[in-house]
């Protein structure tokens, strides 16, 4: 496989749970700091989100942890198709992506597919966009693309 990406500094940890509140109170028990307050991520109007190629009203509350220089995001899937949901189907609570940044989304996402990585799911978010990239099979955890407007 070739160079994919342009920064190998990773930017976040995603951890798929059931109940994010009680995960969230968790982490912050554990490191002794302020539990944030879990947000729910746009439906498909403003999202745009795509799973497998399809459109997708697939939502989730997020809870961000910064941790120095790289943030743990906690997802708590709705009922919709997603790949959050299908990791907590499949594999339970857990690690579900790293996250990267990129100013090349585009260029990013072609070049891995023409590396045979397939994109399992695409959105926007207030602020920019992202895309999960199926790296399971070589690297063993799906690879998150974030590229945030200037």
Request: negative net charge; charged residues 30%.
């Amino acid at each position: 496989m070739k160079k994919a990406l342009d920064s190998n500094k990773i930017a976040q940890i995603g951890i798929i749970v059931r109940d994010i509140e009680k995960t969230s109170q968790a982490y912050a028990d554990f490191f002794g700091i302020e539990k944030p307050k879990a947000v729910w991520t746009d439906g498909y109007e403003k999202a745009e989100t795509v799973y497998k190629e399809k459109p997708s009203n697939a939502r989730a509350q997020l809870a961000f942890f910064d941790m120095g220089s790289v943030q743990l995001e906690l997802i708590q899937p709705n009922e919709e198709p997603s790949t959050w949901k299908e990791y907590l189907d499949t594999h339970g609570e857990g690690v579900q992506h790293i996250a990267f940044i990129t100013d090349k989304m585009k260029e990013r996402v072609d070049a891995m597919q023409s590396e045979g990585i397939s994109l399992i799911q695409k959105g926007e978010y207030t602020g920019g966009r992202y895309a999960y990239m199926d790296t399971t099979e070589d690297l063993k955890v799906i690879f998150e693309l974030l590229e945030n407007d200037k």
